[in-house]
């Protein structure tokens, strides 16, 4: 990933932010280098590479990263069953901090975050204290990574955000096993935004120059769309084909490179975002 953002850019990002008086729960806006004591001998636990900062108790390290594994493995199960890529040849490395002071201290933010993936390194950064929601949205981002590298950012973001309210636990999951989900509360200011606006455009999430959706309406966009497709009962087989699929880009699986087709699909996706209604749940799979 690269590394540094245009000043016009962190300005963008910085107004959206203060607009939305978002804390981010981890994106790829703020960059977390090792800290030093990553160069110590970490800890292997519950299939992660653990970092704990020095002072953190064995014991805390051990029921935090069981919590996590938790959380990975349910995810997995009922989104990206044929994910294997962190068991276990590529474990991902957890970095954690004492308390969110430290981690910011680490961490060289554009935008605050609450944790971060870092998808190059393949490492979560995040406080000992990081909520469950925060941890859904960081293992989404690993888990879409370890399927499938260099995913696109609507795709990333989108789906982090739509896991964060998720309470997925079990093992085989059929439809009915599902909950009716919801987006996190703080993405709605901005869909109040968003509905506001006369042309929504929603096509533009697709653009390749991904960063962008950070400095824009892009992400909260990216989360509602990847919402419209669950409840529209199409989010888990098109993850799914996305994964088993390599060669074709996230956009193109969508109608199967059919572009009026996806423009088509865009358009009742907006009529349908101009009408939900803010913090609704909806079912799907
Ligand atoms: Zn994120």
Redo the contacts with the bound molecule.
Sequence with gaps: MPASFGLQTRLLIFRVCICLGLL????YSATARMPAWARNQPLAQNGFVVHPEPGISPLAVEVVTARIADVRDSLRTAYFPTVTAFYPESPLQLVLYRDYRSYRAHTTMLVETLAR?DRRLHVVHAPLNAGLSTWR?EMT?ALLEAGRPYSPYWL??GL?FFMMEQNVTGTERSCADFAAVRLPDFLIPALLQIQKQKQIDSIQIFDSDARAIYSSDRYVISAYFILYLWQRGELREYLRLYLRTPDATADFLLTNGNRSGLRDLMHAFEVWLKNIRPGASYRGC
């Design positions: 981010l729960p981890g994106c993936y949205h981002h990333h973001e982090a």
